[in-house]
């Protein structure tokens, strides 16, 4: 048979004269599934076998003897035959020559339903439909696909299935999930065939005269083989013969008891059998289907129409895209934010998952391997403890299996997550989507899965339904709406995770207030902008937010700290000339990162104060309240009670942002790149010289003092306790200081820019995302609060400027050192050419800037 | 398995109005593979009658293998005297049988069988239905699909034929429309060991 050649798990069979202790089959495909998982279970090395267990078609308890599995095996088996007997219908040969009374009614144009022409001809048109997809089944396998015994047996099947459940019907996809359980189940038999040829050898040496000799040689010696193995079983170690059979692996046995034709049932019995495979196989698929004594049944996810008892009242396939974005929203929310402000609903892509089971997604062989672990979930609903009033949809997440289902497809966009991450509209996100990557790691990606479960499992208990309801408003909404919206809209509704200690939080909550109404002044004198960079900037931002690792939380050193701000400064510092001081952007998005809520109150009075300026944030409005108004409707849910009317969101969005820390660590594992804690700090450096390089030196003073100045005042961390019409008035003095220097080399800045931009965005893409965020927080309070030395003594103010700019270049320079120190490590984790040259850079810049400040604290 | 529909002996609209609407009713596309019509379709049904389609298209609608020989009263040329044609492994002749004298008589059809060396031949005219088991072969005529008068006969019963062919086997069935109602009749017939795989 043609699958022995084409099956790469099944190496050409060992000599004979090995004494076979593991089947090489074993091998092969433990080294790509896992050890662990084939240990535990009983057929591990025949894969047909165990699918049959797995899917229910056979008893799953262990203790289950050869002889039931036999009998069980039968009974299927019969019952194949049966409906078989009884569905497909050959109209034109008569069953027996004296049931022809009714000709009127059966005859070939004959308009009665029931008649048998009727039927055949129905059958018949549903025939050319399974044809049509069957030709194209898996050409890349077509030497088994595409045989015609093959193609046979499976048009019978779905023929068989589809008269059986007429409700359902033929879909397309259905024989791509048939197609690998006749392929396991072919696979199975090969092995058989191989074990049975190796071992004919030996036994035909050993037992010449033992037992009776006959021409029937497959039958004969099956018989033999049982009887040896079960004189070994029982323990007879007395004669010679016994010694090679000791070396017989378990699974040896198992094979040949399995195939012993004189077992019980006789033939029929015989579990490995080529000659029952269309029924074995039509058992597999009835049991997928309709998910026996289970919660997932794939025929659902061919319905449209919802199950009953389903709350949701949606189709089951999409129940199970909800509950799929559910999960990737618990694991990854900035993942999940992105897709939705592009509008790619879940199932635009897991239609073809779910349905196919990753059929299309995958290689046949890395298939098989996905499906062992699905197959291998157990199907049986969870039993909640929660009442039932939570009970609300996303079935699909109530069992392991349908949550294993879902998190192999959080599993596939987390695998993507970058290049996701990076698409700015939908139509290059579905592309990417829908081309799976060929080469993937798929061990990682199951492990990865597997611990996706667990979490989806205990998430899914544990979350509140109006979350889920929401959230479906909540993409129905954005749907409309992201079709008027710029598709590279910024997304404030990230559910941004603070990296701050909550002193930062408490400071913000009190600053925050005093932002809204600064905003309204500022943004009167806010130019047009370049748009382009200034998304790629947020979107960096945007990114960073997310990923948080827990390690910086954990070290909350003062000296990271101070190091972050500085890295943000430059990022600052780098936005601002690209923009031609357009800080109210950067505001924006620290707002939006700091707090949503607040960014939402501080866009809309944006737009109102705006009006029909060529500022383009305009657009980006309502897509930002809207998004906001979501996100907190989302997660003000899940989280705690409301504190006082203004607070609420604050408050909520604190509490998210808390639950969210967890999660993250989970994701931290996924993003090795963002792991290493001293490596975003040693690269991020770059981005400050690059910056103040591309601008004047002037520009930096102008730019850099007033804020490095807040972060000085910050640090005492007294902002909280400043009242907030005073920080109001400071903040714009220092807007419009920041401002009026820059217009002056705008031009020049413009020129300057496009390096600057591909240069910081990349470094900050690559490894340095998480302090960008952290640091953007603290920043912000400090901008906020910086305007209150100013206002009494500028020249105090000027000098503590210098002052503080000594701290933050001494800072930074020690920072170097440090890198310089881990040089090796830097260099090998970034793989970036841009580290060694921004080093240099940064050095020279550094010197700048302490000339600068040199200069002031003389003034 | 394949369906042949015989039928014949029209004369639409000069003898009959249409095909009895039972008939119409149980011929639907999608069954039936291939239609032979023995001849005497006549001219253009749109002159007469509200669907406006010839009989020939209507035929095509049922299915588009339609072959047709020429009745003396077909004004269409094209149509040949005689066809052949091979359905599975039987070969079918077709002719209208008005050139066959004496008319249905069953040793001349026999003649014309041997002539066109063919298992099945088909023939038409008489509007009467027939069929003859004859030489290891099948002569038959459907009769007329409209039920209209012939030369010979005034009283006709409206017939066709359905042939089901399958391997070696054919079953014909023949509906016959008997005072509004349609009755069926079966007769199957055996091609005894390759006769014409020797070609």
Redesign the interface.
């Given at each position: 048979m043609p699958p022995a050649l084409m099956n790469p798990l099944m190496p050409p069979p060992p000599p004979p004269s090995v004494s076979v202790s593991a089947p090489p089959e074993l091998e092969g495909s433990d080294d790509v599934s896992g050890r662990s998982v084939t240990q535990k279970r009983r057929f591990g090395d025949l894969r047909g076998l165990q699918w049959r267990v797995d899917l229910g078609v056979l008893p799953s308890e262990s203790s289950t003897s050869i002889d039931d599995l036999r009998r069980v095996t039968a009974d299927c088996r019969r019952r194949y035959a049966n409906l078989r007997r009884r569905l497909l219908v050959e109209p034109?040969i008569p069953k027996d020559g004296s049931n022809?009374p009714d000709?009127?009614m059966d005859?070939?144009?004959?308009?009665n339903p029931d008649s048998t022409w009727s039927r055949f001809?129905r059958n018949a048109?549903l025939e050319r439909m399974v044809d049509q997809d069957l030709s194209r089944l898996y050409p890349e396998h077509g030497n088994y696909f595409q045989t015609p015994g093959c193609q046979g047996i499976l048009r019978r099947i779905l023929l068989l299935w589809c008269l059986r459940h007429p409700e359902c019907g033929y879909r397309q996809g259905m024989h791509e999930l048939l197609a690998p359980l006749l392929y396991v189940l072919q696979v199975d038999v090969e092995r058989l065939s191989e074990v049975r040829k190796l071992y004919e050898d030996i036994f035909t040496d050993k037992f010449d005269g033992l037992l009776y000799q006959e021409n029937d040689l497959s039958y004969s010696f099956d018989f033999r083989k049982s009887q040896d193995l079960l004189e070994d079983e029982i323990g007879s170690h007395g004669n010679a013969k016994v010694k090679s059979l000791d070396e017989l692996d378990p699974a040896l046995q198992t094979i040949v008891l399995l195939s012993d034709a004189y077992g019980a049932e006789g033939e029929l019995g015989i579990v490995l059998s080529e000659k029952f495979m269309e029924h074995d196989a039509y058992c597999m698929f009835d049991a997928l289907m309709s998910g026996v004594r289970g919660s997932v049944a794939m025929a659902d996810f061919f319905s449209s129409f919802p199950v009953a008892g389903s709350q949701t009242g949606l189709p089951p396939v999409i129940e199970a895209s909800t509950a799929l974005y559910h999960l990737l929203c618990l694991v990854d929310s900035s993942l999940y934010s992105h897709l939705l402000d592009l509008g790619v609903e879940p199932q635009y892509f897991s239609l073809r998952w779910l349905r196919v089971l990753f059929g299309r997604e995958f290689s046949l062989d890395n298939l098989l391997i996905i499906w062992d672990e699905i197959f291998a979930s157990d199907n049986s609903k969870v039993e909640k403890s929660v009442d039932d009033n939570i009970d609300w949809g996303l079935r699909i997440l109530h069992s392991p299996r349908g949550a294993f289902i879902a998190a192999m497809a959080v599993a596939m966009l987390l695998h993507l997550r970058s290049s996701l991450l990076a698409t700015e509209n939908p139509t290059t996100c579905l592309q990417r989507l829908l081309n799976f990557p060929e080469n993937i790691n798929i061990k990682k990606l199951l492990e990865k899965a597997k611990s996706l479960q667990a979490r989806a499992l205990s998430v899914d208990i544990s979350s509140p339904s109006p979350l889920i309801i929401g959230y479906h408003l909540q993409s129905k909404s954005v749907m409309t709406r992201s079709q008027t919206l710029p598709s590279e809209t910024v997304s404030p509704k990230t559910p941004v995770n603070l990296l701050t200690d909550s002193y930062w939080e408490e400071k913000w909550r009190v600053a925050h207030e005093a932002e809204e109404l600064k905003q309204d002044g500022i943004e009167q004198q806010i130019p047009t902008r370049k748009k382009g960079w200034t998304e790629k900037v947020k979107n960096t931002l945007r990114r960073a937010g997310s990923d948080p690792p827990p390690s910086r939380i954990k070290n909350g050193k003062k000296e990271s700290k101070v190091v972050r701000r500085n890295i943000l400064e430059a990022l600052h510092k780098a936005l601002g000339p690209e923009e031609e001081a357009e800080q109210m952007d950067c505001h924006e998005i620290l707002c939006k990162q700091e707090n949503i809520s607040e960014a939402a109150e501080g866009v809309q009075q944006n737009d109102n104060s705006k009006g029909d300026n060529s500022y383009s944030s305009d657009d980006r409005c309502p897509s930002g309240n809207t998004g906001i108004e979501e996100s907190s409707s989302v997660y003000s849910d899940s989280t705690s009670p409301p504190n006082e009317a203004n607070y609420h969101e604050i408050t909520s969005q604190g509490s998210s942002v808390a639950s969210n820390l967890y999660l993250d660590e989970c994701d931290e594992t996924a993003d090795t790149s963002l792991s290493d804690p001293p490596l975003p700090v040693s690269d991020h450096p770059e981005s400050i010289p690059e910056t103040s390089e591309s601008t004047d030196v002037d520009v930096d003073k102008s730019e850099n003092i007033p804020q490095m100045s807040g972060c000085n005042n910050n640090d005492p961390g007294n902002s909280a306790t400043h009242p907030k019409e005073k920080k109001q008035n400071k903040f714009q003095w220092f807007w419009k200081f920041g401002r009026n220097t820059v217009e002056g080399i705008s031009g020049k800045v413009g020129a300057a820019s496009e390096p600057t931009k591909s240069t910081s965005s990349c470094s900050n893409q690559s490894n340095s995302q998480p302090p960008v965020s952290s640091t953007t927080s603290e920043h912000f309070t400090s901008v906020s609060s910086k305007g209150d030395s100013v206002d009494q003594n500028v020249m105090g103010t000027l000098k503590n400027i210098g002052q503080s700019m000594l701290d933050h270049i001494q800072v930074i320079e020690s920072v170097f050192q440090q890198d310089r120190n881990q040089g090796v490590s830097v260099e090998n984790l970034s793989k970036n050419i841009l580290v060694g040259k921004g080093q240099v850079t940064a050095m020279a810049a550094l010197k700048e800037l302490r000339k600068i400040s040199n200069i002031l604290s003389e003034m | 398995?394949v369906?042949v529909l015989a039928l014949g002996d029209l004369h639409i609209p000069h003898r009959a109005p249409d095909l009895p609407a039972k008939f119409k009713?149980?011929?639907?596309p999608?069954?039936i593979q291939h239609i032979i019509c023995t001849g005497n379709l006549s001219i253009k049904v749109s002159l007469f009658l509200s669907n406006s389609i010839e009989v020939h298209d209507y035929l095509k609608t049922l299915c588009p293998d339609l072959h047709i020989t020429r009745g003396e009263y077909d004004e269409d040329t094209r149509y040949p005297e005689t066809k052949t044609l091979t359905i599975g492994q039987f070969k079918l002749g077709l002719c209208h049988g008005h050139q066959v004298i004496p008319w249905g008589d069953l040793d001349s059809l026999a003649m014309l069988q041997r002539q066109l060396d063919v298992d099945i031949l088909v023939t038409g005219h008489t509007h009467q239905f027939t069929a003859y088991k004859h030489e290891g072969g099948v002569v038959i005529n459907p009769g007329s699909a409209t039920g209209a008068y012939s030369s010979i006969t005034y009283d006709v019963n409206p017939s066709f034929v359905?042939m089901?062919i399958?391997g070696l086997?054919v079953?014909v069935?023949v509906?016959e429309l008997i005072d509004g109602e349609?009755?069926?009749?079966?007769i199957d017939f055996k091609k005894t060991a390759s006769i014409h795989t020797a070609h």
């Open positions: 034109h022809s000709l009127t005859n070939p144009l004959s308009q001809f048109e | 398995m369906l009713s149980m011929l639907v999608g069954k359905l089901d399958d086997r079953v069935y509906y349609v009755k069926v009749d079966k």
